[in-house]
């Protein structure tokens, strides 16, 4: 498949010193008033994102006229850097509060300079997403959020998952319990101490104990009163919608983080998140994973993307 | 228009990212370049198929780092259907990669003339592209760089077949996952591959041209090699104790100058706790072996190497 326009290969500098790695794809008639489109990494995978997520999605946007560009952060992919951690769910801890804000901030920073871009849409798939608010937070120059499945909790935690599954997880891993029954390997795994028995009380306990919907937690919450949830998430969504930043929010309805959003942010900040509603469009991609696998799924992450963009820029 | 930058990534090492072409399709390639001249011996790497290529992808870098940290060159490049090159994986097969390879040797040779021997690492399926590579040179001349130069196979993948299988139960998870039960399973997922359609595999679409042009019990044979250079066959295993492979220690030993060692590491290609980002003991057992049949330096057992002593 061969692609109109130009796409270079490029390295800039970040703000920390490390020599960061991307690709810049612009169309054969690029729209110098568009925006250009910043797609994050999530995790570790390399810029392209996990299944070449990216690629197609880029090859719309280019399509639709507007410049797009792709970059690995420090310590992954081609860029220079070593991150320490010996934990990948260490690695997505440190992601989710803001380990690649300055490397973000660099990227649009180069486009300034390249590009002669003034306004970004930042976007990316679970830790690219809440990179790309985080970076949004501290940049106005950036007017929306392609978010692919926001992540408003933090992965370290995964250590503790029974403590910290939402309702809708436990519903979930209940119904996959009962699947089990008939396996006698899933006996095998209950009677010798190797099953996640928390979990199991836990989903199988709101079968007669009805709980409470989540209250906001305060700002000045403890660690433990916060449990999972992303501390920075709030402040910085509302610091985006407040000067008028709109977003996308799109998530995989089999995925964990639609569930999230809406157990421990959406419903317990459900007042102060009402005024901005009109700045927010939300979709679920049914069925689909958290890295949206099937084609079917991506081509409607595709769609549903070009047809918010169009929305912001009228874009063809 | 395509264009690369060459950037200075530290007093030793230049990295240049690039576009080449290989005839309609645009391919990604990465150049280590050590300062100053370059040793006679260059290397091409070969990454795995479809996601394994994204888990591996750090592994692959530290180990092209170390490489040009030692004087040689090496040329990283994604395959077509992968990574930053053109075109989809449902597009490519085994000619696909073999002709990618070939574009790839070429461009390497091109961007670095005064080099004279092109050595091969692969890791999975790419490593088996490589040696593939190495045996049709061996028959009828591709490149002269290639000919006694060492071929390096991590994890070669020997039989297609059950390579494709297991892949496919990737696809089987994901139905699980997401719909409570497999609505398709591998014989029906096989049969809409050759029939034409093709199968998604953590978001690879697996085509007809890939499966049955790959997708063969026979893919790399123990047959004796026409390759004449130092080969070395990698069984990587999590743990020093795991028995040693019959099939990779035949497939070594197919070799003139076949060797087989063993790394202790973790399946880095796919997705698991610890984060990854160089596979140490491969790294150096695969390096002291370089120094080893380059006579670049008192050879030490890869024995040793192997074992982590």
Not at chain 1, 7 to 17: L, N, P, Q, R, Y
Not at chain 2, 56 to 78: E, I, N, P, Q, T
Request: aromatic share 8%.
């Amino acid at each position: 498949m061969q692609q109109a326009g130009d796409v270079s290969a490029v390295t800039f500098s970040s703000g920390d010193g490390h020599t960061l790695f991307g690709t810049l794809h612009s169309p054969a008639g690029a729209r110098e008033d568009l925006p250009v489109v910043v797609l994050l990494s999530p995790g570790v995978k390399m810029r392209v994102g996990p299944g070449r997520l990216y690629v197609p999605l880029t090859d719309a946007l280019v399509a639709m006229g507007y410049r797009v560009f792709r970059f690995d952060f420090y310590g992954l992919g081609d860029s220079t850097g070593e991150l320490q951690e010996t934990l990948l769910a260490d690695v997505y801890n440190n992601i989710e509060v803001g380990r690649y804000v300055t490397d973000t901030r660099s990227a649009i920073q180069w486009l300034r300079e390249n590009t002669h871009a003034k306004k970004f849409i930042l976007g990316g798939l679970c830790g690219g997403a809440i990179t790309a608010l985080l970076t949004a937070e501290r940049e106005p120059d950036v007017e929306g959020l392609l978010s692919l499945g926001m992540t408003v909790t933090l992965a370290s935690n995964a250590a503790t998952p029974a403590k910290y599954l939402t309702r809708a997880q436990l519903d979930s891993r209940r119904q996959g319990y009962y699947r089990r029954l008939l396996q006698p390997r899933s006996w095998w795994r209950l009677l010798t101490f190797q099953s996640e028995y928390a979990v199991i009380w836990r989903s199988m306990k709101r079968l007669v104990v009805k709980e409470k919907p989540a209250a906001q937690t305060p700002a000045a919450a403890t660690a433990e009163q916060r449990g999972n949830a992303n501390p920075l998430f709030p402040p910085a969504f509302f610091a985006f919608l407040k000067r008028g930043g709109r977003a996308l929010m799109l998530f995989s309805e089999k995925d964990r983080l639609q569930s999230e959003y809406e157990e421990k942010f959406a419903a317990p900040f459900a007042d102060q998140l009402r005024p901005y509603l009109p700045q927010l469009q939300q979709h679920i991609v049914a069925e689909a994973n958290h890295v949206l696998s099937f084609t079917p799924w991506q081509k409607e992450m595709v769609a549903v993307s070009c047809s918010w963009l169009q929305s912001l820029h009228g874009a063809k | 228009m395509i264009r690369s930058l060459q950037l200075q990534f530290s007093n030793r090492v230049t990295e240049t990212p690039f576009f080449f072409a290989r005839q309609d399709a645009r391919l990604f390639g990465l150049l280590h370049l050590p300062e100053g001249a370059a040793k006679p011996l260059a290397f091409l790497m070969s990454h795995p198929f479809g996601e394994e290529k994204l888990w591996s992808h750090r592994v692959f870098v530290s180990c092209a780092r170390a490489l040009a940290a030692r004087g040689h060159a090496v040329l990283r490049f994604d395959y077509f259907g992968a990574g930053d090159s053109s075109g989809m994986s449902a597009e490519a097969s085994l000619d696909t990669h073999r002709k990618d390879l070939q574009a790839a040797l070429a461009e390497l040779q091109r961007r670095v003339p005064e080099i004279e021997q092109i050595g091969l690492i692969g890791l999975r399926l790419g490593a088996t592209f490589a040696a593939l590579l190495c045996e049709s040179n061996a028959r009828q001349p591709i490149s002269p760089a290639l000919r006694d130069a060492p071929l390096v196979l991590w994890d070669p993948i020997l039989d297609g077949d059950a390579y494709f299988q297991e892949l496919l139960r990737s696809n089987l998870s994901t139905q699980l996952a997401v719909y409570g039960k497999v609505v398709d399973n591998r014989e029906v997922l096989t049969a809409r591959i050759r029939a034409g359609g093709s199968v998604n595999v953590d978001g690879y679409e697996i085509g007809k041209a890939l499966l049955e042009s790959c997708g063969v019990s026979t893919l790399l044979t123990t047959e004796t090699k026409h390759h004449t250079g130092p080969a070395l066959v990698v069984q990587i295993a999590a743990t020093e104790a795991q028995k040693e492979r019959a099939d990779l220690k035949a497939l070594a030993s197919s070799y003139r100058q076949g060797m087989l060692a063993r790394a202790a590491e973790q399946p880095f290609w796919r997705e698991i706790k610890p984060f990854y980002p160089r596979a140490s003991q491969l790294q150096e057992l695969t390096l002291r072996w370089l120094d080893e049949v380059t006579g670049a330096a008192p050879a030490e057992s890869v024995g040793a190497a192997a074992s982590g002593r």
